[in-house]
């Protein structure tokens, strides 16, 4: 299978920042998608942003101009750059990875998730 480990969470006060880090591990073949996900709680889990395997990017309407999301495609790992925090940002953010992988009776498909960092913005 695929792990998928997660870093870069904390505490920050609004306004500041933060990056979370993505590093996806195993038999890996090729990652076409990678992305974030975030759950606050008594809320529904939703993406934040996503990239394809070249540099198409997207992104929530609520991250936009302060959330850059990027990835190494030589280290499998992807990076999402957080600016401009709000408390509103605050939650358990998830990553989020898809693609094919080795496995003894030959390739398969993965949809791997990490186990989630916080991220907590207040004052």
């Known amino acids: 299978q695929v792990q998928l480990v997660e870093s870069g969470g904390g505490l920050v006060q609004p306004g500041g920042s933060l990056r979370l880090s993505c590093a996806a591990s195993?038999?890996?073949?090729?990652?076409?998608?990678m992305g974030w996900y975030r759950q606050a709680p008594g809320k529904e889990r939703e993406l934040v942003a996503a990239i394809t395997s070249g540099t198409s990017t997207n992104y929530a309407d609520s991250v936009k101009g302060r959330f850059t999301l990027s990835r190494d495609n030589a280290k499998n790992t992807a990076y999402l750059q957080m600016n401009s925090l709000k408390p509103e940002d605050t939650a358990v953010y998830y990553c989020n990875a898809g693609g094919t992988y080795y496995r003894a009776t030959g390739y398969s498909n993965f949809d791997s998730w990490g186990q989630g960092t916080q991220v907590t913005v207040s004052s």
């Open positions: 195993g038999r890996i073949v090729s990652i076409n998608a």
